[in-house]
């Protein structure tokens, strides 16, 4: 890759999670020269008996970017976990930025590329909670979009297969809520038998998406497990097609996450039209999720981009890792 003089590397950061490899070749202003993505998650590498291959896998996504330029790592993900690179030990909620770039924990690479890998963050309590990779975005959403630390409350959510809903306050993350939304409709899909009648459709159903959110909603006193079911019988009734089921299931886990999650903040005696919402993660998940929340009458919710990258270049820039001011455009 030829670097312009105008545009000299100085970070390369990486998202490394447990089924994906991402990396961002940063200049001084945090814009972003180059990117590229990589099948080779934690879980994925070709394992050795020296380094279980971590340095290979990184040689191979940003290796001819050091030959260009010899500049610091940042890792976010589960390279930090214990079945990562190197385990970055949990720091404790509530946080903000700060706290996580002293606790940077550091390695070297074969080649002598220092990497700076980025600890999670837990909430301690009667049912302990954990993020990696999301505490990262989630101050990445505060330096992309200074008017969410501007709005005081904010209430940041992460849709996927363990969807993530933080509670920020001042752009100090407070708390946060895990659901297992995503995992839970890929078993009930694969490895029952509400799967066995669903026919595949490559596109978005949103009337039955939404009948599934609006079931949630009515009956969410009686939990997921006794609405479940419902897949099937309106199946074997006719009610909905075998194209329509997945959809259905769909809006049916969302709504009895979203339903939770607003009954929370009742108790807490408030509504989701008291805080500002925005949603991180894959843009179609995203929108599913935008349309969940605006049938249950909270329409202000905005969907928020590169929060990754730029929540690899602050923790970089307040970690004193780079000598430029930093600017993104």
């Known amino acids: 890759m030829n670097i312009k003089p105008t545009d000299e590397a100085v970070l390369i950061g990486l998202d490394w999670g447990t089924s994906s490899l991402r990396a961002y070749l940063f200049n001084a202003n945090g814009t972003v020269l180059d990117s590229r993505q990589s099948s080779q998650g934690i879980m994925h590498l070709r394992r050795t008996a020296i380094e279980g291959g971590f340095d290979e896998a990184f040689e191979a996504i940003c290796g001819d970017w050091l030959d ?44 002598g590329t220092t990497v700076f890998i980025v600890p999670g963050i837990i909430q301690n ?54 659901f297992m939304t995503g995992e839970v409709f890929a078993v009930l899909r694969d490895y029952t038998i509400l799967g066995r009648t669903m ?39 006719g009610e909905i097609g075998p194209e329509q089921q997945s959809d259905y299931l769909s809006g049916l886990l969302i709504g009895h996450e979203l339903c939770g999650l607003s009954h929370l903040l009742v108790e807490e005696e408030s509504t ?18 935008q349309l969940a929340l605006s049938q249950m009458g909270y329409a202000d919710v905005r969907i928020l981009q590169k929060t990754t990258e730029y929540g690899l270049f602050q923790i970089a820039w307040d970690a004193g890792l780079l000598a430029a001011p930093s600017a993104q455009d």
């Open 68 to 111: 260009v330029a010899d500049i610091p790592v940042v890792a976010a993900g589960m390279v930090g976990s214990a079945q990562g690179w190197l385990e970055a030990p949990y720091v404790p909620a509530p946080v903000d930025c700060a706290p996580l770039t002293r606790a940077l924990e550091t390695l070297k690479t074969a080649r």
């Open 125 to 178: 309590g009667p049912m302990p909670n954990v993020m990696r990779g999301e505490e990262t975005q989630i101050f990445g959403a505060f330096a992309a979009y200074p008017e969410l630390k501007e709005a005081r409350r904010t209430l940041i959510g992460l849709p996927g297969t363990h969807a993530k809903w933080a509670f920020t306050f001042d752009g100090e993350l407070q708390r946060f809520l895990t």
């Open 199 to 237: 026919h595949p459709s490559s596109n978005n159903l949103d009337a039955a998406f939404l009948r599934g959110v609006d079931t949630a909603i009515r009956h969410s006193h009686l939990g997921v497990l006794a609405t479940m079911f419902s897949v099937r019988t309106l199946g074997l009734t």
């Open 272 to 289: 989701l039209n008291d805080w500002t919402v925005g949603l991180i993660g894959d843009e179609r998940l995203c929108r599913r999720y």
